[in-house]
């Protein structure tokens, strides 16, 4: 540093004469030096026409950074050309860092940095100087500007901004941006790697700084091992109940491989038993999952043996010469023997039985074996469920369905239930069989007329005309081909009015044999028709057919058949008809409603009767007099059997013509109540004068025969505290309560005199 001081200060003597030349570019040289015209000395002020020489320039001053010396660090010197060297130019420093960062010596000028700089924090000072008379303080020179660059070292090393660095590279990568120091960079040996890499500054030279960083570089997988099975034979053992569909085994084979180039496809190899097994592979955990298609039976193959081929599913060309990769297995399956249900040797029977068949007729039999190894003997029953009516029964030990019941097939055509077979040496192994029976027709019903006709004749029809066309049907099941035949019975006369046509297509004809029909003669005609089937055996039936004379028009349109040959020989019209009618029906209206006036108003008269109450409620808003009132209805002779038996006038019926009194038996002395009672019925039931409907009568009356004699008020001659209760403690423990409620109060009753 102090060589590089020195080397300024010889430069400021050998160029312009003891002034610094700025070191800066030439245009901004001329504009300080434009811009200093205005200095001029005292001997040039007269001669203002003459370009004036600058007063005092100064060098671009460099700085170096961290300077760790002892003493302030020398920047340069200011000098002004007015300066002679006596102490009458004082120097003055303003601007960035004057005074904190850089002092002046204000008569020398020399600038020193009083503390250490760091370019990286800030490369450059501007600042303004003057020089000033010390005297006057006035200006010697304008204020001019300069700047003080903070010279680079080599104070910081190479940083790394953005580590630890990761990196990926695919192994087995050829030479790129990173070079791999070793071959064939394999990661299933080793994955992850950890680089340290240095930068130096100054091209590595001595004395640079250096920086360094972490890249950790991981190895990407690629597709260059092929899968291979650790066994070369998998052995499995499976039941042979095992259900279609079921898992029966799981097989493995490694790929050292990662992520999808570690996928294997697993598939059977054409061959032994390889038709009844599949084979997925489980994505979780690449294993093969071999799965069984169909039932497995140990009795027919106890064995199965087929390869299993793993091949890789995304596979990488660049590899291909490294070999196949796929590699196979050899699957060994044992089939285990499972105790199973007996078998049918059809899936479903189907039998056929005559309705009417005896009970007890053999119609089929069912049959079922046990395949396993102990061949156990079956036993039959039938799903009471699917038999609740019990129709046939089943020999346990043979199989033979028979019928239980008589059998119709106009009631139900078919019957379908299950039979069930279980082994006896395991009753709990059932296996079930639909049976389906279907009821075949025998010719029992014989044919008749398919609906009920309505036949009507004209009056002017003619001989051979057909009135009606008949058709039969039969309740039992028609075989193909059936016929029916209809012909007239043989109770009919010899000459018939009417006679039936058979068309041979299971219809016939009613035609008309005569002309002239009349309705005063005959209305109705009775025609018994005989229809025959061709079944086995042959039944038949005489259907009578109803044919009504009607009265027709030319053309055969029917005009009437019923009501009005009945008026016909009066000559009246159908409107004439219907106003008869219509005048009857009115009158008997008539007659309805005055019976129903005359009923109204005699009810209405023996209702407003004020004197016959009787099924009249009336309502009374006073209240009565209570006990002492005995106006209101008397009933002394209720109360008191002693009473004097005195006729008195009935308030709840018409007053009739008085009667004599009827002398009534007085009650004895200690009579019971339930006589009493009896007596009083008996004596009402006789009255001619009692009302004609139910009547309540209401006895207050107790009787003589109680201990404790009445208990009503009525006719208490004592007051309670006269009433000695000591006899309830004879009664027993249910009334010794009460005998000691009693019995304290009289003992505390301070008013009961002794």
């Given at each position: 540093?102090?060589t590089?001081?020195?080397?300024?200060?010889?430069?400021?003597?050998l160029?312009?004469?003891?002034l610094?030349?700025?070191?800066?570019?030439?245009?901004?040289?001329?504009?300080?030096?434009?811009?200093?015209?205005?200095?001029?000395?005292?001997?040039?002020?007269?001669?203002?026409?003459?370009?004036?020489?600058?007063?005092?320039?100064?060098?671009?001053?460099?700085?170096?950074?961290?300077?760790?010396?002892?003493?302030?660090?020398?920047?340069?010197?200011?000098?002004?050309?007015?300066?002679?060297?006596?102490?009458?130019?004082?120097?003055?420093?303003?601007?960035?860092?004057?005074?904190?960062?850089?002092?002046?010596?204000?008569?020398?000028?020399?600038?020193?940095?009083?503390?250490?700089?760091?370019?990286?924090?800030?490369?450059?000072?501007?600042?303004?100087?003057?020089?000033?008379?010390?005297?006057?303080?006035?200006?010697l020179?304008?204020?001019?500007?300069?700047?003080?660059?903070?010279?680079?070292?080599?104070?910081?090393?190479?940083?790394?901004?953005?580590?630890?660095?990761?990196?990926?590279?695919?192994?087995?990568?050829?030479?790129?941006?990173?070079?791999?120091?070793?071959?064939?960079?394999?990661?299933?040996?080793?994955?992850?790697?950890?680089v340290?890499?240095?930068?130096?500054?100054?091209?590595?030279?001595?004395?640079?700084?250096?920086?360094?960083?972490?890249v950790?570089?991981?190895?990407?997988?690629v597709?260059?091992?092929?899968?291979?099975?650790?066994?070369?034979?998998?052995?499995?053992?499976?039941?042979?109940?095992?259900?279609?569909?079921?898992?029966?085994?799981?097989?493995?084979?490694?790929?050292?491989?990662?992520?999808?180039?570690?996928?294997?496809?697993?598939?059977?190899?054409?061959?032994?038993?390889?038709?009844?097994?599949?084979?997925?592979?489980?994505?979780?955990?690449?294993?093969?999952?071999?799965?069984?298609?169909?039932?497995?039976?140990?009795?027919?193959?106890?064995?199965?043996?087929?390869?299993?081929?793993?091949?890789?599913?995304?596979?990488?060309?660049?590899?291909?010469?490294?070999?196949p990769?796929?590699?196979?297995?050899?699957?060994?399956?044992?089939?285990?023997?499972?105790?199973?249900?007996?078998?049918?040797?059809?899936?479903?029977?189907?039998?056929?039985?005559?309705?009417?068949?005896?009970?007890?007729?053999?119609?089929?039999?069912?049959?079922?074996?046990?395949?396993?190894?102990a061949?156990?003997?079956?036993?039959?029953?039938i799903?009471?469920?699917?038999?609740?009516?019990?129709?046939?029964?089943?020999?346990?030990?043979?199989?033979?369905?028979?019928?239980?019941?008589?059998?119709?097939?106009?009631?139900?055509?078919?019957?379908?239930?299950?039979?069930?077979?279980?082994?006896?040496?395991?009753?709990?192994?059932?296996?079930?069989?639909?049976?389906?029976?279907?009821?075949?027709?025998?010719?029992?019903?014989?044919?008749?007329?398919?609906?009920?006709?309505?036949?009507?004749v004209?009056?002017?029809?003619?001989?051979?005309?057909?009135?009606?066309?008949?058709?039969?049907?039969?309740?039992?099941?028609?075989?193909?081909?059936?016929?029916?035949?209809?012909?007239?019975?043989?109770?009919?006369?010899?000459?018939?009015?009417?006679?039936?046509?058979?068309?041979?297509?299971?219809?016939?004809?009613?035609?008309?044999?005569?002309?002239?029909?009349?309705?005063?003669?005959?209305?109705?005609?009775?025609?018994?028709?005989?229809?025959?089937?061709?079944?086995?055996?042959?039944?038949?039936?005489?259907?009578?057919?109803?044919?009504?004379?009607?009265?027709?028009?030319?053309?055969?349109?029917?005009?009437?058949?019923?009501?009005?040959?009945?008026?016909?020989?009066?000559?009246?019209?159908?409107?004439?008809?219907?106003?008869?009618l219509?005048?009857?029906?009115?009158?008997?209206?008539?007659?309805?409603?005055?019976?129903?006036?005359?009923?109204?108003?005699?009810?209405?008269?023996?209702?407003?009767?004020k004197?016959?109450?009787?099924?009249?409620?009336?309502?009374?808003?006073?209240?009565?007099?209570?006990?002492?009132?005995?106006?209101?209805?008397?009933?002394?002779?209720?109360?008191?059997?002693?009473?004097?038996?005195?006729?008195?006038?009935?308030r709840?019926?018409?007053?009739?013509?008085?009667?004599?009194?009827?002398?009534?038996?007085p009650?004895e002395?200690?009579?019971?109540?339930?006589?009493?009672?009896?007596?009083?019925?008996?004596?009402n039931?006789?009255?001619?004068?009692?009302?004609?409907?139910?009547?309540?009568?209401?006895?207050?009356?107790e009787?003589?025969?109680?201990?404790?004699?009445?208990?009503s008020?009525?006719?208490?001659?004592?007051?309670?505290?006269?009433?000695?209760y000591?006899?309830?403690?004879?009664?027993?423990?249910?009334?010794?309560?009460l005998?000691?409620?009693?019995?304290?109060?009289?003992?505390?009753?301070?008013?009961?005199?002794?």
């Amino acid at each position: 540093m102090l060589t590089r001081n020195c080397l300024s200060l010889l430069l400021w003597v050998l160029f312009d004469g003891g002034l610094l030349t700025p070191l800066r570019p030439q245009p901004r040289r001329t504009l300080e030096a434009e811009s200093r015209g205005n200095v001029v000395t005292g001997a040039e002020r007269k001669m203002s026409s003459v370009r004036v020489k600058r007063g005092w320039v100064w060098n671009q001053f460099f700085v170096l950074e961290e300077y760790m010396g002892s003493e302030p660090q020398y920047v340069g010197k200011l000098h002004s050309d007015l300066d002679k060297g006596v102490g009458s130019v004082k120097y003055t420093l303003s601007g960035d860092g004057a005074g904190t960062v850089f002092t002046i010596d204000e008569t020398t000028g020399d600038i020193h940095a009083i503390r250490s700089l760091d370019r990286e924090e800030k490369p450059f000072y501007t600042l303004r100087a003057q020089a000033v008379d010390i005297d006057t303080r006035k200006p010697l020179e304008p204020e001019s500007e300069f700047v003080i660059k903070v010279q680079d070292i080599n104070d910081n090393e190479p940083k790394f901004l953005d580590g630890p660095y990761v990196a990926s590279v695919p192994e087995m990568s050829p030479v790129g941006v990173i070079r791999t120091a070793l071959p064939n960079m394999d990661r299933e040996v080793k994955e992850q790697y950890q680089v340290l890499i240095q930068a130096k500054d100054m091209g590595g030279q001595l004395g640079g700084l250096a920086g360094t960083t972490t890249v950790n570089i991981t190895l990407t997988d690629v597709n260059d091992n092929p899968p291979r099975f650790p066994k070369s034979i998998f052995h499995l053992k499976v039941p042979e109940s095992s259900l279609v569909g079921s898992a029966i085994g799981r097989i493995r084979a490694v790929d050292p491989d990662s992520g999808k180039n570690a996928e294997i496809e697993y598939t059977i190899v054409p061959g032994d038993g390889g038709n009844l097994f599949d084979i997925s592979t489980d994505g979780n955990t690449q294993e093969g999952v071999i799965k069984l298609k169909k039932p497995l039976d140990f009795e027919t193959k106890k064995a199965y043996t087929f390869k299993v081929e793993a091949s890789n599913v995304h596979l990488d060309h660049r590899f291909h010469s490294v070999g196949p990769f796929k590699d196979t297995a050899t699957v060994k399956i044992n089939v285990l023997d499972v105790d199973e249900p007996p078998v049918f040797s059809k899936p479903f029977y189907t039998m056929e039985v005559y309705e009417d068949t005896p009970v007890g007729t053999i119609i089929g039999a069912v049959t079922a074996q046990d395949l396993d190894v102990a061949n156990s003997a079956v036993r039959y029953f039938i799903d009471w469920k699917s038999d609740v009516d019990n129709f046939f029964t089943i020999d346990g030990t043979e199989g033979t369905i028979a019928t239980n019941e008589l059998l119709d097939r106009e009631n139900t055509a078919q019957y379908n239930f299950s039979i069930i077979a279980s082994k006896i040496s395991n009753p709990l192994l059932i296996s079930k069989v639909n049976v389906i029976i279907n009821v075949l027709d025998v010719n029992e019903f014989p044919p008749e007329i398919a609906v009920p006709y309505e036949s009507y004749v004209c009056e002017n029809a003619k001989p051979g005309q057909v009135i009606q066309i008949v058709g039969a049907a039969d309740k039992d099941l028609s075989p193909a081909g059936q016929r029916f035949s209809f012909r007239l019975s043989p109770e009919i006369t010899a000459k018939p009015n009417f006679t039936v046509h058979d068309y041979r297509n299971n219809s016939a004809g009613i035609v008309a044999r005569r002309s002239g029909y009349s309705r005063r003669q005959q209305e109705l005609y009775f025609l018994p028709v005989v229809i025959e089937d061709s079944s086995y055996p042959i039944q038949s039936s005489t259907n009578t057919m109803t044919i009504r004379v009607c009265r027709c028009d030319s053309d055969g349109t029917i005009l009437s058949c019923n009501v009005e040959a009945i008026f016909l020989p009066v000559g009246l019209s159908t409107g004439a008809l219907i106003a008869i009618l219509l005048c009857i029906v009115i009158l008997l209206v008539i007659v309805v409603l005055y019976v129903a006036l005359r009923r109204q108003k005699k009810k209405d008269t023996l209702m407003t009767s004020k004197e016959d109450i009787r099924d009249n409620v009336i309502h009374y808003d006073d209240e009565g007099g209570g006990e002492e009132d005995t106006q209101a209805f008397d009933i002394g002779a209720l109360r008191n059997p002693k009473a004097v038996e005195e006729n008195k006038t009935r308030r709840d019926i018409k007053p009739e013509a008085l009667r004599l009194p009827r002398s009534r038996p007085p009650a004895e002395d200690n009579t019971n109540i339930r006589d009493f009672i009896n007596q009083r019925l008996r004596e009402n039931d006789g009255d001619p004068s009692a009302p004609p409907y139910d009547s309540l009568a209401t006895y207050a009356y107790e009787g003589n025969g109680s201990v404790a004699e009445s208990l009503s008020s009525i006719d208490s001659l004592a007051t309670e505290a006269d009433q000695d209760y000591d006899y309830l403690s004879d009664w027993g423990p249910r009334f010794k309560v009460l005998a000691d409620m009693f019995g304290e109060e009289e003992s505390h009753n301070p008013d009961k005199v002794t």
